[in-house]
């Protein structure tokens, strides 16, 4: 049998070979702990992860000392989200976040309202952009921080971080973003940007699974953190445990092959999805979700009238590996929350489909996809 097409890189990515290269060493040969500083194997290591560090820092025109190493773009949210919380409570106890964020996000938020604090989900405007004078008259004297996401993972929609940074130093606010979708693929400055944290993962860009970053500003203003992992005064008493060196060595070689390679892969995977929605386009009551040029590269989340959204997906998996605009809990199946923030129907919401098109993938594969897409879609609405 043949494996489906792989479409669906906002999940996640696999691993480029370059990547691999460079981190197999770490696993066998220089697999000293970084904390060992009385040997060689520890400073090999600590060599390694202080490259790594570098390496990621240059990447965003931020300071190696700024760079945070965790677990995924998850944790380091919660860490900026819960951290600045704990050590600004006194300065105010209101948040500022998009309806639109991912729940890395929102779920934090979400628990700081247990705690008392009070958070503003802003909505967004159909195109998924924030409006930036709402935005703006939604802060207050106690607002210690706004969280809005650099690229969506969704609908893939980029928000326009340098204003919303401007907005937040003008006011004395601390801005935080998560980068998780936009390291590799877009340009970042977190100073030209006047960013103060922002939260990346290695896996979204052809690195490895189970690493990620937080980067903290260090001066104007210098952002100060309450650490949620304890034990050892790790990362500047921010993260304690040991650092994971491979999977460190692994982040830095794939944001670099990103950074690299930007321009063309950019132009490359643009054409490619393109093509797509060119094809995906003659059939009627299909919709495009998101704005249309402010997103990125490679996504497509399309909304398909007339067809039950379950069949769908049954239809396109065996020759396609896609992700519904739907979430699922443990509890139930509920319609998107970033496509309902968009104003999408909930019938139209469950028959959704994000493309996520990457570095591998071929035009011969979007013109097979495409064409199967249109005649699953044909046959479910014939069927009906």
């Not at 503003?120 to 802060?139: A, I």
Request: hydrophobic share 40%; with cysteine; proline share 5%.
């Amino acid at each position: 049998m043949h494996r489906p097409i792989y479409l669906d890189c906002h999940a996640t990515t696999p691993v480029d070979p370059r990547v691999l290269e460079v981190m197999l060493p770490y696993f066998s040969q220089h697999f000293g702990n970084p904390a060992s500083v009385t040997h060689l194997y520890g400073w090999e290591a600590e060599a390694a992860v202080q490259q790594a560090r570098e390496s990621l820092a240059a990447a965003i025109q931020a300071s190696p000392e700024e760079i945070i190493f965790t677990s995924g773009a998850t944790e380091a949210n919660n860490l900026a989200i819960k951290g600045v919380a704990e050590s600004y409570f006194s300065q105010g106890r209101h948040l500022i976040t998009l309806a639109t964020e991912h729940r890395a996000v929102l779920d934090p938020c979400r628990y700081l309202q247990s705690l008392g604090f009070d958070v503003t989900v802003l909505p967004v405007q159909p195109d998924g952009l924030v409006d930036l004078e709402q935005l703006e008259k939604t802060l207050r004297p106690e607002t210690i921080l706004v969280s809005v996401m650099a690229a969506n993972n969704e609908i893939g929609v980029l928000q326009p971080l340098a204003e919303i940074g401007a907005i937040c130093h003008q006011h004395g606010i601390l801005f935080h973003t998560d980068a998780a979708q936009a390291i590799g693929k877009l340009p970042l400055d977190v100073e030209a940007m006047q960013i103060d944290l922002m939260s990346l993962t290695a896996h979204k860009v052809y690195g490895p699974k189970g690493i990620g970053a937080l980067y903290v500003r260090r001066k104007q203003p210098r952002v100060k953190l309450a650490a949620q992992l304890h034990g050892g005064g790790h990362e500047r008493g921010m993260r304690s445990g040991t650092l994971y060196t491979p999977q460190i060595v692994g982040f830095a070689k794939a944001v670099e092959l990103g950074l690299t390679e930007l321009k063309a892969e950019t132009q490359r995977i643009r054409t490619l999805r393109n093509r797509l929605w060119q094809q995906l386009e003659t059939l009627d009551g299909v919709q495009l979700n998101g704005h249309l040029t402010q997103r990125l590269a490679g996504n497509l989340n399309v909304s398909v009238a007339g067809v039950d959204g379950q069949a769908l997906l049954l239809g396109l998996q065996p020759f396609v590996a896609v992700s519904s605009g739907s979430a699922c809990t443990s509890a139930k199946t509920e319609p998107s929350h970033v496509l309902a923030a968009l104003g999408v129907t909930p019938e139209l919401a469950f028959a959704s489909v994000r493309f996520g098109i990457g570095r591998f993938n071929t035009e011969e594969e979007i013109d097979r996809v495409a064409a199967g897409f249109i005649d699953t879609v044909q046959f479910l609405r014939a069927s009906v």
